[in-house]
């Protein structure tokens, strides 16, 4: 490529970052005391090697998805971003869990799933909940719609705050969704 082109090609990518700078920013923390909750689902439970490993400068990516099949282990998890620290620094939330199938039945329901109790260094930043729900819809289950929805619930704050993840599960091959691999964020 020569000089020309490879300024020309810098310049179009100039442009296109200043035309959608949506696409350019990391997605910032909440600030403590907007509670919030996000619920996703992967097919491998790597992104919670990638969390922990993973430098608060860069986030991890997490490869979402919205289909899966019939017997397939998948790995819903909860990231918890707004929640309120005491004055050491200290940070209580807990998780409520519930799974409904397609037909609005519910086939699991578990309060207090997920908690965290422990230091965060950090006013604004993401933490995943410990643990991630690990989930198999067996073919004598009905195919359609399944939703994930997580309720966390800020101790110290005395907020709570719900998200809910949408899947379909039948007879399909995984499908990645769109824009699924960007990163969470920074200031993990």
């Known amino acids: 490529m020569g000089r020309t082109a490879g300024f020309r090609l810098v310049l179009i990518l100039i442009g296109f970052v200043v035309a959608m ?6 997605i910032d923390p909440n600030t403590p005391g907007d509670l919030a909750v996000s619920v996703f689902v992967a097919e491998s439970p790597d992104f919670i090697r990638e969390w922990v490993t993973t430098p608060s400068s860069h986030g991890p990516t ?3 998805i919205r289909k899966a099949r019939f017997n397939q282990q998948v790995h819903a998890g909860f990231i918890v971003t707004g929640y309120t620290r005491q004055e050491d620094l200290r940070v209580d939330f807990a ?8 037909k609005g ?4 329901k578990e309060n207090n799933w997920a908690r965290h109790s422990g230091k965060v260094p950090s006013a604004r930043s993401f933490i995943l909940a410990d643990p991630v729900l ?8 009905p195919a359609g719609q399944y939703q994930i929805e997580a309720t966390v619930h800020d101790r110290t704050g005395k907020k709570s705050a719900s998200g ?8 399909y091959k995984v499908q990645q969704i769109a824009g699924a691999d960007a990163p969470v964020g920074s200031g993990l």
């Open 164 to 171: 809910f993840w949408e899947l379909d599960v039948g007879p």
């Open 134 to 141: 690990d989930l198999t819809i067996e073919p004598t289950d």
């Open 105 to 108: 039945k519910v086939i699991f």
């Open 95 to 102: 998780i409520d869990v519930k799974v409904t199938d397609p």
């Open 62 to 64: 997490i490869r979402r």
């Open 21 to 26: 700078p949506e696409l350019a920013k990391a």
